[in-house]
């Protein structure tokens, strides 16, 4: 056990001191907040300049009134030309688009929208909208009925939600859900992929550099693979905890100097918008406590170690197998796709339908079970004893998966030069 | 005699490839012991399985008549043929993190690194990166990975390659101390020159199997087949020829004597003794070189592969 704990030090050490994972650390947070300033930077690049839209109106009942300019579009209306000279004209002044509204015998009005760009729904339905509820009041007039009482007639149905037990809940409540439980599985998917791949490297290095003769003649390969596996997944906490840290700093400097223009920004003036109702934001505070919270937490750290060590272990055995990292790629795809997969049925199924039957197994079988159960979770009406079931799958495989990588790995160490396949590994099983 | 290590009955296959075949050696306690044999013979399957990196299928492994366990590991030291170490890792604490591993405290890992470092002028060096010294420094920091904990088992593979002349002959007087104070030093190389120079016992690995084994000297006894250099001032170099065929094989000598000597390979047959050919070359010429052809380590080496086919 002294000697688990040395090799866990030495490779926590090394990992921690190397300068790629010092200049990883400090650097990619500041890439990331500069990935999303230039995102935010392009975005309003796209939106600032105005698109012209052209409207001729042939129905002489001032529809082409209804459109007002804004900071997208300006509004050209067009009067006392025929159809084809405005196309003519709207396409020689380079418009975004030519909306034609005429009248039309049977559906009461007729509205083409002529762009050689692809206008956006968004755009397309609020020109529905707004010539849609005209013409339904002119109509309305035309048939005697007066709008104003039609208004106040008119009903809006708001749907409140909550559950059986009669806790209110918001309608951005399953967003709240697939929000956590997304964020926790992709975690998980991304430190398996980042850290995996660093203790495989570890293993190559160590083969490479022909050391592991040295190891092994004083420690049992399994402490060195256990002790790798380890030392680097608290390289890795480590390195997401000072993520943390300096993410809440950088909030917190932001909000401090930023803070007046952030919501300033039309992008988070309609965050605020949504929200701006203290009810909603409180119902969301309500959903959010209303969560399996206990639950949650437990199993994200049972199954974020358990997923973890799961594949790292795959990860050493193809370290063990291999001479170079060029030649890992054959091996990757079984790690790999279950990765993609379980991240995919967690975003499809489980969201359409925790507790479906494609979302039940996946939360079984033990390569997808981490990301899919944490995934799962938030959702509720888990039975205790589907998370255990889940759980001892999942821990006995680690223990079956590993003893399998330690053969591997022991075998694996100590052969150099010849090209590893599946059916090489195979043979060295049953050595 | 006291063993330090005893190899017994060890038998060890891989797939349907046969590594070691019965394999039984003997090391004397304070021996160097050449581990001999060609490629691919089976040495380091052997040399692996002494350290436990591997478990033969079946026979034992006695150390200092213990049979093997895991508690033996501070007791052995290993170099391999392939050197390595932690190419960014800083020398000394390199040294020390591999001592702890043979079960070494730190403290006194640290002593015996700095006396080490003193003994083979490496003061300085602690914390430089290995990646930072020569081929030939690093195989220093090698030699004293294997040897700082001090085991009682030394095996060294190819220990001197990668050494000039003045670094190799260093870590020959290194190795030839440590076995004064009481090591006992196995010894694989391909360099019979070293074998013939260091050795008291050779084995000799060929195809998984033991070929030959014993003392040096015992094994070239074993190996003397009545050979002898001769040298000799006469008149005329075709009738001694001459007569000296009629009754043994005679070659041209390659060793060389004085310019106006004939030397000659003499293959004595059986029935014929020293003292008779003696008395025959004497009366044939002036006889100023006569010595027996000792079997060189290499000779028996390559002869005896060859035989076992």
Known sequence: MDKLWLIIKR???????????????????LIFIGVILLIGWLTSMNTSDTRRVSILDQTGASYDLLFYN??????????????????????ENEDYGLIVIERDPISGINVRLYS?????TSFISAVQDKISKKATQENLAINGMDIETFKSLEINAAVTLQTYSGIESSKSSSWVKIGLGGASGYLLMMFIIIYGNMVMRSVIEEKTNRIIEIIVSSVKPIYLMLGKITGTSLAGVTQFVIWVILGFVLIVIGSMVFGIEAFQNPANQNLVAQSQDIGELQLILNDIVQLPLGTMIGCFFIYFIGGYFLYAAIYTAIGAAVDSETDTQQFMLPVILPLILSIYVGFFSVIDNPNGVVAVIFSYVPLTSPIVMLMRIPFGEITWWQISISIAILYTSIVFVAYIAAKIYRIGILMYGKKTNWKELYKWLKY | MLYALEAKNICKTYGNYTALNDVNIQVPKGSIYGLLGPNGAGKTSLIRIINQITVPDSGVIMLNGESLAPHHISNIGYMPEERGLYKTMKVGEQCIYLAQLKGMKKEEAKERLTYWFDRLGMQGWWNKKLQELSKGMAQKVQFIVTVLHQPDLLIFDEPFSGFDPVNADLIKDEILRLRDQGATIIFSTHRMESVEELCDYITLVNKSNVVLEGKLNDVKQRFRNRTYAVSLICQDEQRVVNELKSSLEITTGEHTGLDNTSDFTIQLPENKSVAAL???????????????????????????VRSDG
Do not use: W
Request: aromatic share 10%; hydrophobic share 35%.
């Open chain 1, 11 to 29: 490779e926590y050490i090394n990992k921690v001191r190397n300068r790629t994972f010092v200049v990883m650390t400090f650097v990619s947070p």
């Open chain 1, 70 to 91: 804004t900071a997208d579009f300006d509004y050209n209306p067009l009067t006392d030309l025929t159809v084809d000279q405005a196309i003519q004209i709207s396409q």
């Open chain 1, 116 to 120: 050689d760009d692809s206008p956006s």
């Open chain 2, 278 to 304: 003696l008395q025959q070359l004497t009366s044939l010429g002036e006889l100023t070189h006569f010595s027996e052809i000792i079997p060189s380590v290499n000779e028996i080496f390559i002869k005896t």
